[in-house]
């Protein structure tokens, strides 16, 4: 009896063990980008590695430094739209992708934490409108019922105490004089 391994392993694609999707063709990933800039239809970097036979890993840092340099709208995470790549000429993307392919991985990180802050940013904006919203809604209940609501209330105050400024002087008045202690001499 034979104990020879069968040929279904998982490594049985061609190139799946070498290095060859590593390389990103420049032409063909440019005529994608340019494909998806017409249609303006969300891709995500395994459509475009399906598509020109590239790594994954290499797309998505291709796509995130062309996110980064503004090429490419990022719509959520892992997920792009070409728009305003219609108008880029070859030479330029190609210097744009060259400028994408050295960034390093700190400003990687500071990029994605940048774009999670603005993403937190819109959340807490739109949890701001909604209390808003919800704010006049009720002022607007209590005064179709002829109800006062009262006084705006002042904003909160800060727990350490701040000491006020010194009073200045304009220039057209006298800056007030400090009471004397002296008796008048009789």
């Keep these: 009896m034979s104990l020879k391994r069968s040929h279904t392993s998982t490594r049985s694609t061609p190139g799946a063990g070498s290095d060859s999707g ?10 994608e980008l340019k494909k998806h800039a017409q249609t303006a239809q969300v891709f995500t970097p395994v459509d475009i590695s399906m598509a020109i036979g590239a790594s994954e890993a290499a797309v998505s840092r291709a796509l995130l430094g062309l996110a980064a340099e503004g090429y490419l709208e990022k719509v959520e995470v892992g997920k792009y739209r070409s728009t305003p790549f219609q108008e880029v000429p070859q030479a330029e993307f190609l210097k744009a992708l060259a400028r994408a392919s050295k960034t390093d991985s700190t400003r990687q990180r500071d990029l994605s934490e940048i774009a999670r802050l603005k993403q937190n940013n819109d959340v807490m904006r739109a949890k701001l409108l909604g209390a808003l919203a919800e704010r006049d809604h009720y002022l607007a209940a209590l005064k179709q019922h002829g109800i006062d609501p009262g006084p705006v209330p002042a904003p909160a105050r800060a727990e350490s105490p701040v000491a006020a400024p010194a009073p200045t002087a ?6 007030p004089v400090p009471p004397t202690t002296e008796q008048p001499s009789g």
């Design 22 to 31: 590593t390389k990103l063709g420049r032409q063909e990933f440019f005529d």
């Design 170 to 175: 304009d220039a057209g008045e006298t800056p």
